[in-house]
């Protein structure tokens, strides 16, 4: 049967290899999720009519000003074929070409890559990737796409393909603005000729399209359309946030949580915000870059609206209404306009508070939440330039006393000791290895507790991070820790280095080491271990050379200070070994080697093996 009578001469034209590749992936496979073609063209469908809802603003020269914006679609049981209709901007037969010849859907691509990489079953991929207008050819047998520019001298063009290799692209008959896309289903592909069933994909999939959808000669809507943004929280339940947020970003995962602002001053202002579960969701979504929709007055005007939160915080889902802002502005404008400004103020304490009201209520899905984005919160500390202690209380550790835990700074301060008056904190590469190291012994025997700061996040927000309530933060490894003094009996005790050992022993070491280290003394701040390095006076913080480094810039770390531990055994003996015992310089480059690889700052651990073997030998003498 003919369906196409295409008019003489119409040369058809070839697809690109990656459409046909595409093409040929969507006709064959198993679909379990076919009906999500509807999704898709109706979203192209409401795309058209957002477009033409944009141009109206400025513009009254189109084609049928006065048509209403909505989307029908339209059953024929008798052919077995759907119409998705549209009052749209349209498409004239160079944009057809150009639109419908290529993949323009980068959602498309994606799922290309997915497919090629074959560790996912296709059907499972078609459902999680936004796969766009050519998804119809998994219940199609052809395809008409006929469509009339809002351009008022455009003329009507028709696009047909089979799903072969080519498509033609026609002039064509077709009264009243916008885009009529007519499938022929394919025989197993009935079920779309009900109207039961088309409902059900609608509210599924398309309810909150902001453009009413008809089905037939109806004039009743088959979607709520509402903008949910503008009702009363009240009226609102949880189940509506979900579905809204899945039709928003196709997340498979609820959101985390969600806020809900109305406000009527400064500026009149409806906005949902979502945190979702996890930041992986990008691929998949159809929302491709950062930034939440904004609105004024019902029009879309910006699809991702980065300037309505801090950078930091872009990872944030949602939409933002107001009747404030001024229509059809540049970017430019309406950054630097005051209104915009107080609503992202608005905007951003609203999605403070969200994540707040979550950790107190539920500090398991916060641990979660902190696990995905924390890094986000902590490079806010770093760069926020208004009010950085409002991330504070959001902020999480994990502890040398709970590692395992995510631990507040309050719930820290709770657990102070009486005579402690400092936050302490340790850096280190992980924390595994923060956890061995020597700067933690003296604080560790007086039960203080401390954080661990190991994500490369951290040194940038302890540049700022400085003080919380009144108590500072304190780095564990600087020489000059304010802690109380162990009590002299205790000290007294222990077997340690001779007071006339102690100069010569500390000459052993600056012989053996020479220029490698700055200077070598004794301390008392250590325990369990034998030695630890640490800034000389005057050096830059632990934290900024750890920036230096992540940052790439050329910096000499500065030379340490090796600090001894005269009640140790291992120097207690060293100390009795004659000078030119050869044993005496392999231990001291062992205990200067150990130092720096407990620090991070070992260039080649392996190294160690052989002087390590030595040792051994000595020992089993
Ligand atoms: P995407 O919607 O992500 O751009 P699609 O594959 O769904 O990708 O659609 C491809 C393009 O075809 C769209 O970008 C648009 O230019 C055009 N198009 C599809 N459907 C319509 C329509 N109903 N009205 C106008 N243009 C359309
Ligand atoms: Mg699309």
């Known amino acids: 049967m003919e369906q196409n009578p295409t008019q003489e001469g119409v040369q058809p034209i070839a697809f690109k290899a990656e459409t046909r590749q595409l093409l040929d992936i969507l006709i064959h496979s ?39 914006l909505a989307i029908r679609i339209k059953i024929d049981p008798d052919e077995k074929t759907l119409t998705i209709q549209d009052t749209g901007i349209g498409m004239t037969a160079e944009e057809m070409v150009a639109n419908l010849g290529t993949i323009a859907h980068s959602g498309a691509r994606d799922f290309m890559t997915a497919a090629r990489q074959g560790e996912q079953n296709i059907s499972d991929l078609i459902g999680q990737f936004g796969v766009g207008f050519y998804s119809a050819f998994m219940a199609a047998e052809w395809i008409r796409v006929t469509s009339h520019s809002y351009r008022p001298e455009a003329q009507a063009a028709a696009w047909f393909c089979t799903g072969a290799d080519t498509f033609t692209v026609e002039s064509a008959e077709k009264a ?30 398309s309810d909150f399209i902001p453009f009413p959808i008809y089905i037939g000669d109806q004039t009743e809507q088959a979607n709520r359309q509402t903008a949910i943004w503008r009702q009363s929280p009240r009226e609102v339940d949880k189940k509506d946030y979900d579905e809204f947020y899945h039709q928003l970003t196709l997340d498979p995962e609820p959101p985390l949580a969600q806020a809900h602002l109305v406000v009527d001053a400064p500026a009149q202002l409806y906005a949902i915000l979502y945190a979702p579960a996890s930041p992986e969701r990008g691929l998949f979504s159809p929302r491709k870059e950062e930034g939440l929709k904004l609105y004024a007055r ?134 595994r290895s923060a956890m061995r190291s020597p700067h933690l012994d003296a604080v560790r025997k007086l039960g203080y507790d401390v954080l661990l700061m190991t994500d490369p996040m951290d040194a940038f927000m302890l540049l700022r991070l400085d003080q919380y309530k009144e108590h500072p933060l304190s780095n564990v490894a600087a020489a000059e820790l304010d802690i109380p003094k162990e009590d002299e009996a205790q000290e007294q005790s222990v077997p340690q280095v001779a007071e006339a050992e102690r100069q010569p022993l500390i000459e052993r070491f600056k012989q053996q080491l020479g220029e490698r280290v700055a200077d070598v003394r004794l301390t008392e701040r250590l325990s369990d271990s034998p030695a630890r390095l640490v800034d000389p006076e005057g050096a830059p913080h632990q934290e900024m050379q750890r920036v230096y480094r992540l940052l790439n810039r050329e910096f000499d770390m500065p030379k340490k200070v090796l600090e001894l531990n005269p009640r140790h055994a291992i120097l207690v003996r060293l100390s009795a070994l004659p000078a030119d015992d050869p044993r005496s310089g392999l231990v001291i480059e062992q205990i200067y080697e150990d130092a720096l690889l407990i620090e991070g700052l070992h260039p080649d651990p392996a190294s160690m093996i052989a002087r390590i073997q030595q040792l051994i030998e000595a020992a089993l003498v």
């Open 30 to 68: 198993l679909y379990t999720e076919r009906e999500i073609f509807l999704r898709e063209l109706i979203s192209n469908a409401s795309d058209a009519l957002t477009r033409l809802d944009f141009e109206l603003l400025t513009n009254r020269e189109v084609l049928d000003p006065e048509a209403e």
């Open 176 to 205: 009243g603005r916008g885009t009529e896309v007519t499938i022929k289903l394919k025989e197993d592909a009935a079920e779309f000729l009900q109207e039961t069933r088309l409902r059900a994909i609608i509210r599924k999939h």
């Open 298 to 431: 019902k029009v879309l005007i910006q699809e991702y609206h980065r300037d309505l939160l801090p950078e930091y915080l872009g990872f944030i889902q949602g939409v933002v209404d107001s009747e404030d802002i001024p229509l059809n502005v540049s970017r430019e404008a309406v950054q630097s306009n005051r209104i915009m400004a107080q609503i992202k103020k608005l905007v951003t304490s609203k999605v403070l508070d969200m994540l707040k009201k979550l950790a107190e209520d539920d500090p398991e899905r916060y641990a979660q939440f902190w696990k995905g984005f924390g890094r986000y919160l902590k490079q806010g500390v770093a760069i926020e330039q208004s009010s950085p202690e409002a991330l504070y209380p959001l902020l999480r550790f994990h502890t040398t006393t709970q590692p395992e835990k995510w631990v507040s700074l309050d719930e820290y301060l709770q657990e102070m000791k009486p005579d402690q008056k400092d936050i302490y904190y340790i850096m280190g590469d992980d924390d």
